[in-house]
């Protein structure tokens, strides 16, 4: 449960922090004081009394991110959630986690015992409490000890298919990100295209002023460009924590073999 946790309030705080920089990018900057304009009785024109659009280099990312219409925000939930659990994925995807340094020497110098000297029990006895992935499965082989082999071997794959599912857990919650979010930047594009042809339906002149057309257009394509990047940073992570999880079972593979051999050479 600390791991849930500890992803809701990276997310609390994520989300906190992109509404705090939302309202002050909402903020209208202060104006110049025009003293000799007032003097003279001159006009100041400017791009807010002109009505004219804003230069896009005026624009901040947070800014560009508002244009994006109301499937922006399934949007920031889905990158909270990528971002959030690639965090958990790099503190429970580590060796000192699944194969604890402490764990691995213990069973290190029992596999260094002869045969005839080796004792399971005294393996089981110092592995007592151990919760980490690696000290389940040799615990699975531990107690059929002085068996066939293929009952230890047997005993020890069950074990280790099931920590095996429980380490790439969550890396379905990336998966899914990088499968809806692409379709939501999709549902973004057909609101903004749809907008934009009521904006035509409403009024004659819409075809011949682009800054009408707009804010339709803004909408499909930044919701499109953000959907698109959340996901191919979220299959990225994907992968990445997937091939993780392959290295650190295949480590646990080649020690649990050699502590088989150990098991059941007594019988």
Known sequence: MTKYRFVCVMGIIMLCAGVTMAQADKQ?????????????????????????????RDLTMIQLLQKGGPVMYPLYLCSI????????RLFTLRNRVVSPPQTVLQLRTALDQPGDTFNAQALQAQLEGATSPLARIVAAGIRRANRPIMEVEKAMEDTAAKEVSKLQRNNRVLSAVASVAPLLGLLGTATGIIRTFMTVAASEDALGRTELLAGGIYEALVATAVGLTIAIAALVMYFFFQERVERLVSEIDYTATELAEKLASKS
């Open 81 to 88: 959630l990528a971002l959030g659990f690639a965090f958990e």
């Open 28 to 56: 209208p900057a202060p104006r110049a004081a025009t003293g000799m304009g007032q003097q003279t009785g001159t006009v100041v024109t400017s791009k807010e009394t002109t009505g004219t659009a804003p230069d896009m």
